[in-house]
């Protein structure tokens, strides 16, 4: 009976491990997004440093939205995508959501930070959203957009988790049986 025990924590363990290292994030609006960022700005990333955990990106600002910045600076982030971790990459533009941390910027996926923003996120759809941020009174309540995809994707792993362990408790339950 211990080893089925042993085995159906183990397979539990084993099942749910991936969900618990994969980044998930609530999802919000752009507005949300800048509400929530002290500095909203465009930049390329001109390198990359990686230590350990966390990652180092020197930017070169060419537009800012939200707070006073120098032209370069560093935004430090997680080094890993499933730390939500912002992958930089020299050379590519990206607009950044971040908020001061002891000593750096900091930023992740889960801020908005995105990478082309010519491609996603605009100026004019920046400056709209920094509009609608500063008409929210600050202590409101504010509706959050759920992304359903995300959403099923992060009760996934756990709904599979239990299934798994439930399929081994029973395989136990019924092996423990027939052997008596």
């Not at 000593?103 to 996603?120: F, V, Y």
């Not at 994707?153 to 756990?158: C, D, H, I, V, Y």
Request: glycine residues 8%; charged residues 20%; aromatic residues 6%.
């Amino acid at each position: 009976m211990g080893a089925v025990l042993t085995a159906t924590v183990a397979v539990g363990f084993l099942a749910h491990a991936p969900a618990a290292w994969a980044c998930s994030c609530v999802a919000h609006t752009l507005e949300q997004r800048y509400q929530a960022a002290e500095f909203v700005f465009n930049g390329v990333v001109e390198h990359v440093d990686t230590v350990g955990d966390s990652a180092r990106a020197r930017i070169v600002l060419d537009e800012i939205f939200k707070g006073r910045l120098p032209s370069e600076l560093e935004v430090t982030t997680a080094s890993t995508s499933a730390a939500c971790g912002v992958p930089f990459v020299g050379g590519i533009r990206y607009t950044v959501f971040a908020t001061q941390d002891v000593e750096d910027l900091a930023t992740s996926a889960c801020d908005g930070t995105t990478e082309d923003p010519a491609a996603r996120v605009g100026a004019r759809d920046i400056a709209t959203a920094g509009q609608a941020a500063a008409s929210i009174e600050p202590g409101s309540t504010v509706a959050v957009e759920a992304d359903s995809a995300a959403d099923r994707t992060s009760r996934a792993g756990p709904i599979a988790a239990a299934a798994l362990i439930a399929a081994a408790v029973m395989a136990g339950v019924i092996w423990v049986r027939l052997v008596r």
